[in-house]
């Protein structure tokens, strides 16, 4: 089993731009869950999906941020336009029930 | 008061010793309760539930206290790769998880 995977795992950008970022969960698993996870802030839960639904986006910072998920293979999260304060990790994690399998993080930089 | 709550230490500690860390939530109706393990740069991975009754793994043990509204983390027999945030878990009944910020854990020779 891969796992979740992300894509990319490093992304530097300027302020301003797009940022596009991949999902793929595990195979199987029914749940998709976005993290953003900081110093300051530690691990913030952004979006979770259920069954390529939406279920609770309250975690959604604001406007600039949306995500999707087109089938139960693939999600993404987008930010535009990007800040300097959407630096962060963030994390993908799937499930089947309460145990979380997270991927290995987008590491982003906004300049 | 904050949902979920840990000491962010760190808890620096040296080979062998027994270390515990608590984490307090405030919802007493939640359901489910994890551990996970974080290394530095690395993704959060899933260490261990906690039943009500208690549960172990090896050198780890977990215990729930709902009555107080905590959950614990014993490690005895520290390793030099126990060293990672130790990150509580609380689910209020649906699968939206609430994390902690996590306790630091530096085990030294």
């Known amino acids: 089993d891969a796992g979740v995977i992300q894509s990319p795992r490093h992304e530097v950008t300027e302020m301003g731009q797009e940022v596009t970022l991949r999902c793929k969960p595990i195979s199987g698993h029914n749940s998709l869950f976005w993290y953003r996870q900081t110093m300051m802030r530690g691990l913030e839960l952004l979006i979770y999906?259920?069954?390529?639904?939406?279920?609770?986006d309250s975690g959604m910072p604001e406007d600039r941020f949306s995500a999707k998920m087109p089938n139960a293979s693939f999600s993404t999260l987008k930010i535009q336009p990007s800040e300097p304060r959407d630096s962060a990790v963030y994390f993908c994690a799937s499930s089947l029930g309460y145990e979380q399998y997270f991927g290995p993080g987008t590491r982003l930089t906004v300049t | 008061r904050k949902e979920v709550e840990q000491d962010p230490g760190p808890f620096n500690v040296p080979e062998g010793a027994t270390v515990a860390f608590n984490c307090t939530y405030s919802?007493?109706?939640?359901?489910?309760f994890f551990w996970y393990r974080q290394d530095c740069r690395k993704e959060p991975k899933l260490l261990m539930s906690?039943?009500?009754s208690g549960n172990e793994d090896g050198r780890f043990t977990a215990q729930l206290n709902r009555a107080s509204q905590y959950i614990s983390l014993l490690i005895r027999d520290s390793k030099l790769s126990d060293s990672a945030t130790y990150l509580c878990?609380?689910?209020?009944?649906?699968?939206?998880?609430?994390f902690g910020r996590g306790t630091s854990l530096i085990v030294h020779p």
């Open positions: 919802n007493s109706a939640s359901q489910s």
């Open positions: 906690v039943y009500s």
């Open positions: 999906f259920n069954n390529n639904v939406p279920i609770d």
């Open positions: 878990v609380v689910n209020k009944g649906s699968y939206i998880p609430t």
